[in-house]
């Protein structure tokens, strides 16, 4: 460990531990020599010589007091101890890049939030409203990356995620705080031609909405989400009714491509409606039964259980305003006229 030793103007001395952290400069020869697998080429991409990049490296194999690569008759190769190092310090470099050219564009006036989010509801709910955001914050950038699976703030570069889970999922994910935004309740949709296929006298209840029983369902072909195999079942053990086929059927990972094979009539398909409505109100989908399949899942946004930054508050006062909106508007368009 390194000490370094301050005497202040009043003569006491204190000794304060630096972090053990070797040479940035050090570790960009490096990550450049890992990724070419060559110091000629790191030394031709970083602008240096070889034997300054070598110079570097060296240093750095010292700090470590391990070898990071080693030389072979095709040139150099990383050693074990090499890779996993190349491996563990690339995403903070590149952090760190991104992070200085944020603060160097923004000159400390804004930032950049970065999300990780569930991608139908990425496309199909936040992004149409985020113009709402930019026009409040603009001096605030929003980068959004998206996966079907939880996101671990310690190996990946987030500020936050806007995931669907149950509760207890999220009470089981470490090191976070969550935040409920909103229930995930799915209703069964399909294309009006797909209906009128089968049920050519089926009662509508309105321009986006049939009134199929449990029974007539079954009927249809069930199209199924990869990440949701028992949806279905679910769907028909709530409604009592004992199929023996419901886990069977045409199988897609995400909402959105649902609701386009359901668009084409290929089958029925349980989608949250929040995430439809366009196609609702084009009528390429409607309702098939006006009886939904409670959910125990919901969407939440979650962010590391440190202190959020200031950016961090402001989207989550905003995103939990927007849901509160659409919540109060869909309870008064819900009462009796």
């Known amino acids: 460990m390194i000490y370094a030793h301050l005497k202040y103007p009043n003569g006491f001395v204190t000794t304060q531990m630096r972090r053990k952290i070797p040479s ?42 391990i070898q990071l690569f080693t030389r072979t008759r095709h040139g150099m190769e990383l050693t074990i101890a090499g890779t996993q190092y190349y491996a563990a310090i ?13 603060v160097m564009s923004h000159k400390g006036l804004g930032g950049t939030l970065k999300l990780g989010v569930v991608p139908t509801f990425a496309t199909r709910w936040l992004l149409p409203k985020l113009h ?16 079907t699976k939880p996101f671990l703030f310690h190996e990946q570069m987030f500020d936050a995620a806007i995931y669907a889970g149950t509760q207890q999922q999220i009470e089981h994910w470490p090191g976070t705080s969550a935040h409920f935004l909103m229930l995930e309740d799915v209703i069964a949709v399909c294309s009006p031609t797909l209906i009128l296929q089968h049920f050519p006298n089926a009662e509508k209840l309105n321009s986006y909405s049939y009134h199929l029983n449990p029974e007539q369902i079954a009927q249809l072909p069930l199209l199924q989400q990869t990440t949701r195999p028992t949806i279905w079942q ?13 886990d069977e059927g045409q199988r897609h990972e ?14 029925v398909a349980l989608i949250p409606q929040m995430l439809i409505e366009q196609e609702l109100k084009n009528q390429t989908l409607v309702i098939a039964s006006n009886s939904p399949l409670p959910s125990n899942r919901a969407y939440y946004l979650v962010h590391s259980d440190q202190e959020p930054s200031p950016i961090l508050s402001k989207f989550v006062d905003w995103i939990q305003h927007e849901v509160q909106s659409i919540s109060d508007l869909t309870a008064v368009n819900a009462q009796p006229k």
């Open 234 to 246: 679910e769907w028909f053990q709530a409604h009592d009714i004992d199929h023996p086929k419901a």
């Open 24 to 65: 940035i400069q050090g570790l960009i020869c490096f990550e450049s020599a890992a990724k070419h697998a060559s110091y000629t080429h790191a030394s031709q991409e970083l602008s240096m010589t070889q034997s300054a990049v070598s110079r570097q490296i060296q240093q750095l194999e010292e700090f470590l007091d």
């Open 254 to 267: 995400l909402f959105s491509m649902l609701a386009v094979a359901a668009s084409h009539a290929m089958g």
């Open 132 to 147: 709402e955001f930019n026009t409040r914050y603009p001096e605030i950038t929003i980068h959004l990356e998206t996966s």
């Open 90 to 102: 690339k995403p903070y470099l590149l952090g760190l890049e991104k992070s200085t050219q944020e």
